[in-house]
């Protein structure tokens, strides 16, 4: 690994750290060295999709959960179609919120997949189920407002707007808000 500080070319240096990480993964077993190469590799080349790539296998390997949602994020600011970002932040918020037992993080990467697509119903689910075990009625209103945009179906609007208009009321103590919502239905 010192031998590579006195390689010139970049490209060559990356191709002989990809050669090392291996090495150190598969003969030596060391996992943090290797992890620790692939890391080099990324600081050399920021959109190596190899060693993203290799360090996700890598930390999902180990049950490395929360190097596993970094790299995975960190792959999602690299890709460029939308829906691939959308696909790894919801891997990653899935792992937050089932594996780590992380609502508060897995939060934040759903609101990222919503930031994205603001009709992706998975997401819009997740953030619904999440709001309500934290107790965070505000947004969750504001789930149920976008999801009785998003509806079609009449009594599946009526039934989103019952529960919307029982946070206004129960949760949020706006009584004129619940009265106008359940005016609506």
């Given at each position: 690994s010192a031998v590579v500080e006195d390689v010139v070319d970049e490209q060559l240096c990356i191709q002989l750290l990809a050669k090392i990480a291996d090495v150190q993964e598969r003969a030596i077993e060391d996992v943090k060295a290797a992890a620790a190469t692939y890391e080099r590799i990324l600081s050399l080349d920021p959109s190596s999709f190899a060693a993203i790539d290799a360090l996700i296998e890598l930390h999902r390997r180990t049950n490395d959960f929360s190097a596993l949602v970094t790299c995975v994020v960190r792959k999602a600011e690299m890709v460029e179609p939308a829906d691939d970002k959308k696909q790894l932040l919801l891997y990653a918020a899935n792992v937050r919120e089932t594996v780590m037992e992380d609502p508060a993080g897995s939060v934040e990467l759903y609101q990222q997949v919503v930031a994205l697509d603001d009709t992706d119903p998975t997401a819009l689910g997740a953030l619904e189920k999440l709001y309500i075990s934290l107790q965070r009625w505000e947004d969750l209103?504001?789930?149920?407002?976008?999801?009785?945009?998003?509806?079609?179906?009449p009594s599946e609007r009526r039934q989103i707007l019952y529960v919307l208009g029982q946070v206004y009321d129960r949760e949020l103590n706006d009584r004129d808000r619940a009265i106008d919502t359940y005016q609506a239905i």
């Open positions: 209103k504001d789930i149920y407002q976008r999801k009785t945009e998003l509806t079609e179906d």
